[in-house]
């Protein structure tokens, strides 16, 4: 089955961090670039970083620099994310899909995407 699953979510208090993972099934997660989004209530989807593993490019929009690295192993066919210094603004649903990790607008054209993992971040 051709899927992508994440998981690494939860409940963190300001300043932790969390280490996000997206797993594929069904095809080498290094034949696409993975991208890493989010979704919190009432609002729109946004582009946090995307991957291109096999030039070993990456992208991360402005307001997570510094915070959050993306990385890749293709031996374990995963791609991880992980979040520092994370702020209740943080709080939403994760998700990975696949993508073209170019320009400003990479996150609206998606392909294959997980069911998400929820971060939750208090104050």
């Known amino acids: 089955q051709v899927q992508l699953v994440e998981s690494g979510g939860g409940l963190v208090q300001s300043g932790g961090s969390l280490r996000l993972s997206c797993e594929a099934s069904?095809?080498?997660?290094?034949?696409?670039?993975i991208g890493w989004l989010r979704q919190a209530p009432e609002k729109e989807r946004e582009g946090v970083s995307c991957i291109r593993s096999k030039e070993g490019k990456t992208r991360y929009e402005e307001f997570v620099k510094g915070r959050v690295t993306i990385s890749g192993d293709n031996a374990k066919n995963m791609v991880y994310l992980d979040l520092n210094n994370l702020n209740p603004e943080d709080t939403a649903t994760y998700y990975c899909a696949t993508t073209i990790c170019e320009g400003s607008r990479w996150y609206q054209n998606t392909g294959l995407r997980g069911q998400g993992t929820q971060v939750t971040v208090s104050e």
């Open positions: 069904g095809f080498p997660i290094d034949a696409y670039d």
